[in-house]
């Protein structure tokens, strides 16, 4: 997987949880394409190696001891605009979401993500591309429905949502409640291969990658499509 990228990715972890945040360093150090240029257990210590570094992209912890990390986004663009921040949060994120991504974060991760899903969020951060945690689903469909995201982030072109057989429209409506496809097999009665076929033919068909986008587009399609009607 690195040995397609023609760069390696700068990321600075900033967390007060010690052991989280080692563990972050020791993870990411495995891969060869990422490459972490600091650490820090708060948002001066943050600034300072911002400043100094230039990284491509930071994780950032929303609870710091001397900043809220939404407050700490603005400060961060500051010193270098093209930083992709990634928010990342051990608790419900709902209430963060909108003021984070108005500010110019690139996504969130959950604490409890995989490894995969970080290195997942990170290359996507450092391309200028939005990721979500898989888990975010409920959070963000709550959020969308409510109407208080106000960004630009994902704009369909089109009404994506008839494109969708029934089949797949059940599908989605699963997933935007956080179920996996495993559990989505078991609740329809048919096989994880085929859900899969449906995840896959309806993440083609919203013109997405993750299952995340094609939740948000998805929701936000179908309320639109509520108030006109």
Do not use: W
């Not at 001397?66 to 209430?95: H, R, Y």
């Not at 896959?200 to 068909?205: F, G, P, R």
């Amino acid at each position: 997987m690195g040995s397609s990228l023609e760069r390696t990715i700068r990321v600075v972890v900033v967390d007060d949880h010690t052991l989280f945040a080692e563990g972050t360093v020791s993870l990411l150090s495995s891969e060869s394409y990422i490459s972490v240029v600091g650490t820090a257990k708060n948002g001066c210590d943050c600034l300072k190696i911002v400043k100094e570094e230039h990284p491509d992209v930071v994780l950032l912890d929303i609870n710091l001891p001397d900043f809220c990390g939404t407050d700490l986004i603005e400060k961060i663009k500051a010193l270098d605009s093209n930083v992709s921040i990634i928010m990342l949060t051990g608790q419900n994120p709902e209430e963060y979401v909108n003021a984070s991504l108005n500010k110019g974060a690139h996504g969130f991760l959950l604490k409890d993500c995989s490894k995969s899903e970080m290195t997942a969020a990170i290359l996507q951060a450092s391309s200028g591309k939005y990721y979500f945690s898989q888990n975010m689903a409920p959070y963000l469909r709550s959020v969308i429905v409510g109407e208080v995201i106000t960004t630009d982030i994902i704009e369909p072109e089109k009404d994506h949502v008839t494109l969708l057989t029934p089949k797949e429209i059940e599908i989605i409506e699963l997933i935007s409640e956080g179920l996996r496809n495993r559990e989505i097999a078991t609740i329809l009665g048919i096989k994880n291969r085929t859900v899969d076929f449906h995840v896959s033919n309806i993440l083609s068909k919203l013109g997405v990658k993750s299952r995340l986008e094609a939740v948000l587009i998805y929701t936000k399609e179908k309320v639109e499509s509520a108030k006109i009607s």
